[in-house]
Structure formats: C-alpha cells, structure tokens
C-alpha cells in the first residue's frame, strides 16, 4: 500500500514513558501510515528501546539517532527532512507520551482529506462539555500565562501553539517551512507558523482542530530556567521576523 503519512515522534529520555505498544496497534490498522522515532541525544536507555520497538516489527517503524541533544525543534526538523525523503502525502509529529491519542490523527487526516487546500492542522487542548481535556492545574495555569503573553507580543488571538499534535501537507509551503533549521528549542511550532504566514504569494491555510481527548502524562521536561528562555525566545522572534502572525483560518469544532 503506497506510504500516506509519516508520524514524527520526538523522544528524548523516554525509556519509561513510551508506550510502543500501542504504536504498534494503530499500526496495525493504518498500513498506509508509518512511524519515524528522533533519539534527541537521549542520556538513558531511550535508543535501545526505540530498537526493540522497532525491530522486526514492520517497515512502518524506523528511527534515527541525532548526536547530541537539539530540543523538540532540532529533532522535528532531522525528523522532517528525513521523513520527505520518502515522499508521503502528510507529514505530522506527535508527543511520544501519546498525550494526544492517536485516534486524533485520524480526525486530522480525514480533515485534510476532505479540505485539499489546508496546509497545517494543529491539534487545540480546549476545554468543553464534550472534550476530555485533563491538564494538572499547575500547566493550566503556565500555558495561560504564555497564551497571554504570546498573543500580546504577536498581536494575534491564537488559542494553542503548543499542542505537540500536528500534521502537514507536504506541499512547497511547507517544504519551504521547515527546510532551515530553527532558531528557538521550545517555540519551533510558532516559527512554523511565521513563516507560512510570510509565504508568496499568499499564505497557505491553516486550520486549528480541537482535541476530543488530551490527558497530562506527566514527566514535563521544562523547567524553572527553561520557562525563563522561553520568554527570552519569544521576545527574540518578535525582534528577529518582524511580522505579526494572524489567527488560522477555518477554525472546526469537534464534531
């Protein structure tokens, strides 16, 4: 069956966390999609894991080692010039703690499939009587924060930049896009959005899907010192893009 989506999955010290198993089941029922693990210069036993996940289990499991730790930026954009390689209709990346459950790709291909000329989907953790968002108070109350500030700085009214479920087109756009490494390890997604909306001669569409499901798994990564960069690293997008980035067109609903 010819390759329609490649699914980048960041993991950087997730021997403990990563639940192959249930890779493999959606894998099972989805032929036509394929998983690339990035071993972003993990310190524990994350590579010989990503070897047992994906050894002998089908062609539809692969992953590359990156030589030193680069941030979820550096290691989605290996991921992306390597999963291009393979020339798949979409191209997604996904939290390796499956906070996101994958029956959302689902929704998110089934979307682009019936929208040809949106670009990007990016997955929203809002809140509602119908979606099952569980966040600890703690991140609620960090990711208001930066929504406040982000929107501020940018001038814009997005809901959820952050949200580690995404797909893409493969399209020049989005080639274009993520072509040139990051500037920023945390505030990569934003920088995607930057520079589709400065595409010529018009910015593609992007569409914001909200979760059905989002659960907290735990485990953060950011620190204290790192949620002080990140401050400093949207200040410097501000400065260094000069451009202000608008709301995503053709905001859906779950349905």
């Known amino acids: 069956m010819p390759l329609k989506t490649v699914l980048i999955v960041p993991c950087f010290n997730e021997a ?3 639940p192959g198993e249930k890779f493999r089941d959606f894998a099972l029922h989805h032929p036509d ?30 992953y590359i080692n990156c030589g030193q730790n680069m941030g979820k930026g550096g290691a989605v ?34 979307l682009m499939d019936a929208q040809p000329a949106t670009t990007l989907v990016m997955g929203a953790r ?17 990711g208001q924060t930066f929504r406040w500030l982000r929107n501020r700085l940018l001038d814009t009214d997005l809901t959820d930049t952050q949200c580690g479920a995404k797909l893409m ?28 909306q400065s595409s010529d001669p018009e910015p593609p569409e992007i569409v914001t899907m ?19 960069r990140i401050v400093f690293e949207l200040a410097s997008l501000v400065r260094i893009h000069r451009v202000k980035i608008v709301a995503p067109t053709g905001t859906l609903r779950s349905e």
């Open 210 to 228: 909200p979760l059905n499901q989002w659960a907290d798994s735990g485990g953060s990564r950011v620190t204290f010192w790192e949620m002080i």
């Open 126 to 142: 809002e809140r509602s009587a119908t979606a099952n968002i569980r966040r600890t108070r703690l991140r609620s109350i960090i």
């Open 33 to 62: 999609c394929s998983f690339l693990f990035v071993n972003d210069g993990s310190t524990d036993q994350t590579e010989a894991m990503l070897a047992t996940v994906c050894d002998g289990a089908s062609p539809q499991f692969d």
């Open 77 to 110: 954009h290996h991921g992306f010039l390597a999963a291009s390689k393979r020339s798949p209709k979409y191209i997604g990346y996904w939290d390796s703690d499956l906070s996101a459950p994958l029956n959302e790709l689902d929704r998110m291909i089934a």
């Open 16 to 18: 403990r966390r990563l």
């Open 169 to 196: 087109r493969v399209c020049p756009p989005i080639c274009c896009a993520l072509q040139t490494p990051f500037l920023t390890r945390w505030l990569f997604d934003i920088e995607i959005i930057m520079r589709l």
